[in-house]
């Protein structure tokens, strides 16, 4: 073989035939009595055409007359040993499929660990991964040989995937093989922040209080490609809007400096408070369910801590101490947790941003929301990066990142005519469910997925990019029913993912309104939190308000919740 060949259905053999660029052997299992068609063709033929369709392929019986037929069409010539000529057409009539598919399980059986253990030369790590551990698994084939640690990161992390999946098949133990491949993950993220460490300073007055404040958002189209590693191998796009709740930014962090050379966390929703004054405590952001975990990671990005600052202190008092002072972090969230709007991550952005301004940072809107896609890797919850740029950016926006390591986020502003023009902006609802979801479990198993190419589960990221350019189309249109029948469709997108979206519980919901919205979706990852609608006229969505408000047998603390389309997104401001 040289290149351009394709191979297929050729048994084990001792033949010595060499292929020149462009030409193609495809061996076909035909009837039930043993019988094969060799078809020799050219990489880009078509089969179609009245030459083509005069074309006769040899049908042999054995491996010696299967060699010469190869080598006679090669040559141009008629082939002698044939039992008979078939045509392309009398083929795929006659071609026995339960004789083709158990030769193809056969041989890949046999080529699996070639292939792989090839994987410099094949495509091994580009095929479905999910598919191809069970089959390791059932079969008993031999996984390839560990990976070179110069290998690509996005290799490194789907090989670990891979032998995790295949181990958990085996019902061997796998965790140290996916905890490795999420571990690549987080390291390759935030390897780009190391190497930009910081020195924070203090820059306000004694008496000064930086202030900043954050919407949330709802993702109209393309959540979920945001998030790596398949925004990395294949880039993301998604459309969403920042909303404000009932007239304010829901999530807002407070700072002021104190005499004390410690940090003082305080949480008002949460009704908690912790002192920190050692680089111990600040590095124990990483325990689950602690309120505090946010701005802890927050605090170590910014320079608070020895791995992330530019400068070395024995402790962190003498840190605090240099800056002239501690420093207390006030938050306050106005949403319930597991809302689905994004709240963890446009908090996590809201803390970076009044941080900043705090410590002469300078960090603009982008820095802060690639540092929150870091401080999430940093937190194990992982995530992409369309909740930040939803929250931070204010108004409708589409945003793109190409594939690669460092997202760069492509922001492009699309009108708001749709969602703020008197005839459009009473049909936008948004109802608290009272069902509350965690999002973290949904995004590891997800996220798995990705890793391994899950054949379907890609298909459906890939149209949920391109039902992105719809939405775009449909709003630059100014086309009101279009837009919301397609986030109709968003929703649909959203269970396919994920079937556990749509609970029981929040079909109950749904049900009391379809016939009265054009569309509706559960933002995030769904299972509960927020019920966003767009109902099909005015008085619809008068009639909706009246159901939900009065419908029995909801939970006791859901709500309507008035909405708004914020145009700033992040403000930070001093007293």
Not at 166 to 192: M, P, Q, W
Not at 275 to 301: H, M, N, R, W
Not at 414 to 432: I, K, N
């Amino acid at each position: 073989m040289t290149k351009y060949n394709v191979v297929t259905g050729v048994p084990d053999n001792n033949w010595d035939i060499t292929l020149q660029a462009g030409q193609c052997v495809d061996i076909v299992p035909v009837g039930d009595d043993g019988r094969y068609a060799v078809r020799v063709y050219g990489i880009d033929d078509k089969f179609a055409g009245a030459e083509q369709q005069r074309r006769r392929f040899p049908v042999v019986s054995t491996l010696v007359d299967m060699e010469q037929a190869i080598k006679d069409q090669l040559q141009g010539i008629e082939s002698l040993t044939a039992e008979r000529m078939m045509s392309a057409e009398e083929l795929s009539n006659e071609a026995s499929l339960p004789r083709l598919m158990a030769q193809r399980h056969r041989y890949r059986n046999s080529n699996w660990k070639a292939i792989a253990d090839n994987h410099a030369h094949s495509v091994f790590y580009q095929l479905d991964l999910h598919d191809a551990a069970r089959q390791f698994a059932e079969n008993g084939i031999e996984l390839p040989g560990e990976l070179s640690q110069s290998e690509p990161l996005i290799k490194l992390m789907s090989d670990s995937m891979f032998r995790a999946e295949v181990y958990r098949h085996c019902g061997k133990k796998h965790d140290n093989y996916e905890d490795k491949a999420f571990e690549i993950l987080r390291s390759a993220l935030t390897s780009t922040v190391l190497f930009r460490k910081e020195l924070p300073i203090r820059a306000v007055c004694s008496d000064q209080i930086v202030w900043s404040r954050s919407p949330v958002r709802i993702d109209i189209a393309g959540g979920w490609t945001d998030t790596p590693p398949y925004c990395l191998m294949e880039g993301g796009s998604v459309i969403n809007m920042s909303i404000e709740l009932n007239g304010q930014p829901p999530l807002q962090t407070y700072i002021r400096p104190c005499k004390e050379p410690h940090i003082v966390c305080r949480s008002i929703d949460l009704g908690a408070a912790e002192t920190i004054s050692t680089y111990e405590q600040l590095l124990d952001f990483k325990k689950v369910g602690s309120p505090f975990s946010i701005p802890k990671a927050a605090l170590a990005l910014a320079g608070f801590h020895p791995q992330f600052c530019a400068e070395h202190f024995p402790s962190l008092r003498d840190q605090l101490s240099g800056m002239g002072g501690g420093l207390e972090i006030t938050l306050f969230s106005a949403i319930p947790a597991g809302s689905g709007l994004g709240t963890s991550s446009i908090l996590a952005s809201t803390v970076l941003g009044a941080i900043s301004d705090f410590c002469s940072l300078a960090w603009d809107k982008t820095e802060i929301c690639k540092r929150t896609l870091v401080l999430e890797q940093l937190l194990t919850t992982g995530g992409g990066w369309q909740d930040q740029y939803g929250g931070v950016m204010g108004g409708v926006k589409l945003l793109q990142s190409a594939k690669g390591l460092e997202q760069d986020i492509l922001c492009r502003r699309l009108p708001s005519d749709l969602f703020t023009d008197p005839q459009y902006a009473p049909c936008h609802l948004l109802f608290y469910t009272g069902l509350t979801r965690t999002a973290k479990d949904i995004l590891a198993e997800i996220v798995r997925r990705m890793f391994l190419n899950h054949g379907a589960q890609i298909q459906m990221l890939r149209d949920m990019k391109h039902h992105v350019s719809d939405m775009y189309d449909a709003i630059q249109r100014d086309d009101f029913n279009r837009m919301g029948h397609l986030i109709g469709r968003t929703w649909q997108q959203k269970k396919g993912i994920d079937p556990g979206t749509n609970t029981p519980a929040v079909e109950a919901i749904t049900r009391l309104v379809d016939d009265l919205c054009l569309g509706y979706k559960l933002p995030g990852a769904g299972g509960g939190g927020y019920l966003y609608m767009v109902a099909k006229a005015p008085d619809a969505a008068s009639i909706i308000r009246h159901i939900l408000s009065t419908a029995p047998g909801l939970p006791d603390n859901s709500r309507m919740v008035d909405m708004s389309l914020s145009l700033r997104g992040l403000q930070i401001t001093r007293s």
